[in-house]
């Protein structure tokens, strides 16, 4: 998966303005600066956010390789609730959003844009 956080640079000191989870998609809307974007994360089967306030900074939004043996990705995974089977047994992307301020969360999703 090409890198696109990192041309916004991992959405550093950004804001989480809002949330929005429709069937399988999660949108994050963001805010710096007077510019915004939307990160869309389509094939969402599970996701854990917490700490949400009133002001959201994020740190850092990073996505982890999808590999179980990575100790990263086995510990994000481990934080997510247990589902039963869903459908599908393939490994999915991990998305782990940690803060400055507030949001704390992973995502597990299939595919993932900004707009």
Not at 19 to 27: A, F, H, K, M, R
Not at 43 to 59: A, E, H, K, P, T
Not at 101 to 106: D, H, L
């Given at each position: 998966?090409?890198?696109?956080?990192?041309?916004?640079?991992?959405?550093?000191?950004?804001?989480?303005?809002?949330?929005?989870?429709?069937?399988?998609?999660?949108?994050?809307?963001?805010?710096?600066?007077?510019?915004?974007?939307?990160?869309?994360?389509?094939?969402?089967?599970?996701?854990?956010?917490?700490?949400?306030?009133?002001?959201?900074?994020?740190?850092?939004?990073?996505?982890?390789?999808?590999d179980?043996?990575?100790?990263?990705?086995?510990?994000?995974?481990?934080?997510?609730?247990?589902?039963?089977?869903?459908?599908?047994?393939?490994?999915?992307?991990?998305?782990?959003?940690t803060?400055?301020?507030?949001?704390?969360?992973?995502?597990e999703?299939?595919?993932?844009?900004?707009?």
């Amino acid at each position: 998966m090409h890198d696109i956080l990192g041309d916004f640079n991992a959405f550093h000191d950004w804001s989480v303005e809002g949330i929005v989870i429709v069937d399988q998609t999660l949108e994050l809307h963001l805010a710096f600066d007077g510019k915004k974007r939307t990160i869309k994360f389509d094939g969402v089967s599970r996701c854990q956010l917490n700490d949400f306030l009133i002001q959201n900074i994020i740190y850092e939004l990073k996505i982890l390789n999808k590999d179980i043996s990575t100790d990263g990705y086995k510990t994000e995974l481990d934080l997510l609730p247990a589902l039963p089977y869903s459908g599908s047994k393939s490994q999915k992307n991990l998305a782990r959003i940690t803060s400055s301020v507030g949001i704390y969360g992973v995502i597990e999703f299939s595919e993932l844009s900004i707009q």
